[in-house]
């Protein structure tokens, strides 16, 4: 797949971030003096910023319904970057009218600085993040506050001012309350010392390189002021595996620079830490949590980072899982180890995050009773009440590992005097690696608002951690985001889970189409149909994205020991992973039950347990994650499994080749760089989508032995195989799996051979007429093979010859690299000779699996 890089010559927004600006000049910005100059001879650090996502602030059509002029009562840090991103946003959005001078104006302070102005102004009495934003109109001036509970607040205040006049609302007569939900809003960066991230899909690291933290932060103030305007308030900046390099004293000095580019915007830095530290790095003999020396040695490096960054968040913790060290090694609990860190952190208001993600990955598969989804809660209930309070249990949303759909967590009702925060990834791991447009909001959603029934009372997951539940005062959300140098997230529209994220963690009551409205409106347009489309397309995409990957609770099923991307059924099954859906010739699934299975379903509340107990009353969408049923059991609308598994893939692809159209149909209305840049990612997801459907229904029908009702499943009737095709040069290979090609089979061009190239010729024997060719080949790593396909000796088009210059996972042919190209509107009789011409490059042998000849259609799609 092509990925556009970063426009350079965009102009708009190249003010740097504050914390890079000497302190003399960021003192004139904050009073207004230098901000149009600066704005005007576009002063540029990074080509990387805030404004490739949501903050583009495009001038607006009418004209501004608040007063220009900003006027800050106090002089701290944050109420200047306040100041400072007002002007810069509202000089933007009114198409650079210059300031105003008059009376007008927007003033920003805390009550207390508020107060002092005026003791006798009746003022609320707001909490550390809260905001109010109120408009006066007198005989001759207009005004507006923005006051808040801390000048942090303020930030927030300016930031939400500008959201919604961004989005074209009209804030004249502005009365707006707001505080967040939850105390701890986190991302999580999963970046490695070397620069490379962890499950990152968008290139490397803005924060390390080489073992170092990066000469140029730029990059890292302007997602600061991302992270700021949807007021997350701390960024956890490294991978959880492999962290002791992180403690070291030069590495420190390094993080704190960052800690100085994102102290501007209120985010706050914490880091991983790896539990054998103090053996790894330290120079002691052992790491046991409850060692004297240990706690010591803890005790001096957290009060090392404290004189670096004194306002350092705190630490994340993974131990004992997936070949972590931990405190098992001494016979020891999480919450020893938790407790130990946390007493050293407390002095300094510092938080331990424990995740919960703790488990054996090798697990016997064949003992009906083992369960990988048990862990978390066999682990950690029983500790319940035995962590220190500032220590916060990390749970990711569902006990297995961030799948397209799991059941939420039992542990989230299952600590009820523990401080709890929910992990979910941003970065799409399992759900298409940025590469498929999968909005995640209506997951997350589902968890935040899911009843746990704890103690038999309405507990909502985001109740829970929002410690209102169960009167914690501390708890939140936590984003492991793999934002990186390619566009933050890579692919434009994978930004608005990003931006839902933080929307979330601020109020979980929100909707995810209220937010996919307005992150749509300031990222694409206002105008109504960019609006409705836009937002159709983001809501469409996680159902799509479960229908042809793993629906019915089977969870993604995707190549689990490999790069997580494309299919591959049989890797979640018999090995130590725990990922296993049980599949056999008769029927799929686990079985969860406690009457039966491995008694998972016995870790919910007695409620929600008699719900999952028993397969009749098991949501379909969640069936084959608690239940193991025959291939002809009957779901909720009388349709078979079987039969549902054949038509929710059918109905996911067509789906995809749908959100193709929609984009299509935005050509006119949006930015063209937006739309060329969206456009090919949206038509190589149509053709992965048809790899998948493909996989997964040839699978089951082997497996099951029960044809599709419909008869597509293993089918193909419009699909030329190239292992049948004439070929000179071209081998025939066997795929591994079986069901990541067409028949299994696929061709490879021998790089031995003396010939350049390969080619498969078919002689085209149905009715003459226009058609799309569709030719799925593999698009290998390590090199760039060229594709021809001709008729007659003739390439028809154009579109007819094209590069694989794709990056995709895996380094052999696989379901990861089968791409689709689709040569459109060409010309066929009887006796015709398609030919399609592989020059393999280097490591890239221009493999291929098929040619289809589909219905003409626009240039666009032509997917089905
Ligand atoms: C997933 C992911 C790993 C990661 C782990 C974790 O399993 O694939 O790369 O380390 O989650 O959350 O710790």
Same mark, same amino acid.
Request: aromatic share 8%.
């Given at each position: ?51 490739? /996502?949501?903050?583009?602030? &495009? ?11 900003? $006027? ?183 993080? /704190? ?104 990955h090798h697990a016997d598969w064949r003992d009906p009773k083992a ?109 492991? $985001? ?42 694409? $347009? ?45 890797? $979640? ?77 059918y109905d996911g692809a067509a789906q995809a080749a749908q959100f ?27 053709? &992965? ?95 760039t093979a060229r594709f021809v396909l001709t008729i007659n000796g ?71």
């Amino acid at each position: 797949m092509r990925n556009s890089p970063p426009n350079p010559h965009s102009t708009q927004n190249r003010v740097p971030p504050v914390s890079l600006l000497r302190p003399g000049i960021r003192s004139l910005l904050s009073k207004g003096l230098v901000f149009v100059a600066v704005l005007q001879c576009g002063f540029t650090i990074s080509a990387q910023t805030a404004s490739q /996502a949501w903050l583009k602030y &495009h001038p607006l059509s009418k004209p501004l319904t608040v007063p220009m002029r900003v $006027s800050p009562l106090g002089q701290s840090l944050l109420e200047q970057t306040a100041a400072i991103e007002l002007r810069r946003g509202l000089l933007s959005l009114s198409g650079g009218t210059p300031l105003e001078s008059g009376p007008n104006m927007i003033e920003l302070g805390t009550v207390q600085e508020l107060r002092k102005q005026d003791p006798k102004q009746a003022l609320p009495s707001l909490e550390q993040d809260e905001f109010l934003i109120s408009a006066h109109r007198g005989d001759l001036i207009r005004e507006i506050d923005i006051i808040g509970g801390s000048d942090r607040a303020i930030l927030y205040g300016a930031f939400a001012l500008l959201r919604n006049l961004a989005q074209g609302n009209d804030m004249s007569k502005v009365n707006l309350r707001e505080r967040p939900a939850m105390s701890i809003r986190w991302v999580d960066e999963w970046d490695n010392a070397d620069g490379s991230i962890e499950r990152g899909y968008a290139g490397r690291s803005i924060f390390f390189d080489d073992g170092h933290v990066r000469e140029d932060l730029a990059p890292v103030g302007e997602y600061a002021r991302l992270l700021a305007s949807i007021g997350i308030d701390g960024c956890n900046l490294n991978n959880v595996n492999n962290a002791a390099v992180f403690l070291t004293p030069q590495m420190l000095e390094g993080i /704190a620079r960052i800690a100085e580019t994102m102290r501007p915007y209120g985010v706050r830095v914490s880091l991983s830490v790896d539990i054998a530290s103090p053996q790894k790095i330290g120079g002691l003999n052992t790491f046991d949590p409850l060692d004297p020396a240990v706690k010591s040695w803890w005790t001096t490096k957290i009060n090392e980072i404290y004189s670096l960054i004194p306002d350092f968040a705190g630490f994340t913790v993974k131990a004992d899982s997936e070949g972590q060290p931990g405190p098992a090694s001494f016979g020891r609990t999480p919450a020893d180890a938790a407790n130990t860190l946390a007493a050293a952190l407390a002095p300094h208001n510092g938080v331990v995050l424990y995740r919960a993600f703790v488990y054996n990955h090798h697990a016997d598969w064949r003992d009906p009773k083992a369960d990988r989804a048990r862990a978390a809660y066999d682990i950690f209930h029983p500790l319940d009440g035995k962590f220190a309070s500032n220590v916060i249990i990390q749970t990711k949303e569902g006990p297995i590992d961030f799948q397209v759909r799991e059941p939420v967590s039992p542990l989230f009702g299952g600590l009820t005097q523990t401080s709890q925060a929910m992990e979910l990834q941003i970065t799409q791991e399992y759900t298409g690696q940025q590469r498929h447009l999968v909005y995640l909001a209506p997951m997350w959603k589902q968890v935040l608002d899911f009843d746990m029934r704890a103690g038999g009372a309405s507990t909502p997951v985001k109740q829970i951690i929002s410690g209102k539940s169960f009167n914690r005062k501390l708890g939140g959300m936590v984003g492991v $985001s793999g934002i990186g140098q390619q566009a933050w997230l890579s692919s434009p529209l994978a930004l608005a889970n990003l931006y839902a994220f933080g929307r979330l963690a601020w109020n979980p009551d929100l909707t995810s189409e209220q937010i996919a409205d307005e992150w749509t409106r300031q990222t694409i $347009s206002n105008d109504p149909a960019a609006v409705r489309t836009v937002t159709k397309m983001l809501m469409q995409s996680w159902p799509a994205y479960e229908n042809y990957t793993g629906p019915l609770g089977l969870q993604t099923l995707t190549d689990i020991t490999g790069s997580h991307y494309g299919p591959n059924i049989e890797s $979640s099954e018999n090995n130590g992973w725990g990922q296993w859906h049980r599949a056999d010739h008769d029927g799929v699934g686990m079985d969860r039950s406690v009457a039966t299975g491995t008694g998972f379903v016995g870790q919910y509340s007695p409620e929600v347990a008699k719900l999952y107990e028993s397969a009749t009353t098991t949501p379909d969408d969640l069936l084959l994650f608690f239940h193991h049923v025959p291939y002809t059991w009957k779901l909720h609308d009388r349709k078979t499994v079987i039969q549902y598994l054949y038509d929710s893939h059918y109905d996911g692809a067509a789906q995809a080749a749908q959100f193709v159209d929609e984009w299509t149909s935005l050509k006119a209305r949006i930015d063209p760089e937006l739309y060329n840049d969206m456009l090919p990612r949206l038509q190589y997801q149509a053709g &992965h989508a048809i790899v998948w459907r493909d996989a997964i229904t040839q699978y089951f029908l082997k497996l099951s032995g029960i044809p599709d009702a419909q008869g597509r499943a293993g089918h193909y009737p419009n699909r030329l195989e190239a292992e049948d095709a004439h070929l000179t040069g071209y081998k025939v290979i066997d795929v591994n799996p079986w069901e990541d090609a067409s028949g299994g089979r696929a061709v490879n061009c021998d790089q031995n051979a003396k010939q350049p190239s390969c080619s498969a010729e078919w002689t085209y024997n149905a009715k003459a007429g226009r058609f799309n060719i569709a030719v799925q080949y593999f698009d290998l790593q390590g090199g760039t093979a060229r594709f021809v396909l001709t008729i007659n000796g003739q390439p028809p088009s154009p579109d007819a010859s094209w590069s694989a210059d794709g990056m995709f996972p895996t380094t052999r042919p696989h379901a990861d690299n089968s791409t689709r190209h689709i040569v459109h509107n060409v010309a066929l009789k009887p006796g015709d000779i398609v030919r399609v011409e592989g020059t393999p490059d280097r490591q890239d042998p221009a493999a291929l699996d098929y040619i289809e000849i589909l219905p003409a259609t626009s240039e666009n799609s032509g997917h089905s």
